[in-house]
T-cell receptor
Framework: QKEVEQNSGPLSVPEGAIASLNCTYSDRGSQSFFWYRQYSGKSPELIMSIYSNGDKEDGRFTAQLNKASQYVSLLIRDSQPSDSATYLCAVKRGYGQNFVFGPGTRLSVLP | KAGVTQTPRYLIKTRGQQVTLSCSPISGHRSVSWYQQTPGQGLQFLFEYFSETQRNKGNFPGRFSGRQFSNSRSEMNVSTLELGDSALYLC??????????FGSGTRLTVV
């Protein structure tokens, strides 16, 4: 089992819809969870971080964390074509530990 | 505030040569990590340096090495280059439990 897994893509949604991206992780001791967006040919950029169970909202983005189920998700409301990118889930066990990235899910938002 | 700076942006090297990549982190960030990104393998962790010490290491051969200087700048070296080393090499800095900020990357092509 890979340490961090993401739903296989590509994921296509129409403009204005909600895009749902999922991530599961194997290390129950993980403490910090991040979502990155990577446009083609660019480096990843941090869009959300979450540390506690529950939801965290930032504009059109909502991150959800369930440590019992070892599951973290990212919802993008009112999806725009500019949201078309690869979304990477990253998990960190704790202080002094490195981040582990999932393989990414490619999202296409269709006009 | 200046971001993470990587140089050079592009490199073409011949098999058997060696290469050195440079990374200047965000001011105040003492943690610098290096990743290799390829289409097939995604983001693979190489190593992390913190206060001039290698704190974590990924599963790469000894041909891949790095170091960090007292000003937190980091270099990565790959010796005896192989065709399979062609990739985007990303440097990222962080305040440990916070998320990474990535540099623009160095695209290495080995011919």
């Amino acid at each position: 089992q890979k340490e961090v897994e993401q739903n296989s893509g590509p994921l296509s949604v129409p403009e204005g819809a909600i895009a749902s991206l999922n991530c599961t992780y194997s290390d129950r001791g993980s403490q910090s969870f991040f979502w990155y967006r990577q446009y083609s040919g660019k480096s990843p950029e941090l869009i959300m971080s979450i540390y506690s169970n529950g939801d965290k909202e930032d504009g059109r983005f909502t991150a959800q964390l369930n440590k019992a189920s070892q599951y973290v998700s990212l919802l993008i409301r009112d999806s725009q074509p500019s949201d078309s990118a690869t979304y990477l889930c990253a998990v960190k066990r704790g202080y002094g530990q490195n981040f582990v990235f999932g393989p990414g899910t490619r999202l296409s938002v269709l006009p | 505030k200046a971001g993470v700076t990587q140089t050079p942006r592009y490199l073409i090297k011949t098999r058997g040569q060696q290469v050195t990549l440079s990374c200047s982190p965000i001011s105040g960030h003492r943690s610098v990590s290096w990743y290799q990104q390829t289409p097939g393998q995604g983001l693979q962790f190489l190593f992390e340096y913190f206060s001039e010490t290698q704190r974590n290491k990924g599963n790469f051969p000894g041909r891949f090495s790095g170091r960090q200087f007292s000003n937190s700048r980091s270099e990565m070296n790959v010796s005896t280059l192989e065709l399979g080393d062609s990739a985007l090499y990303l440097c990222a800095s962080s305040l440990d439990m916070d998320g990474y900020t990535f540099g623009s990357g160095t695209r290495l092509t080995v011919v």
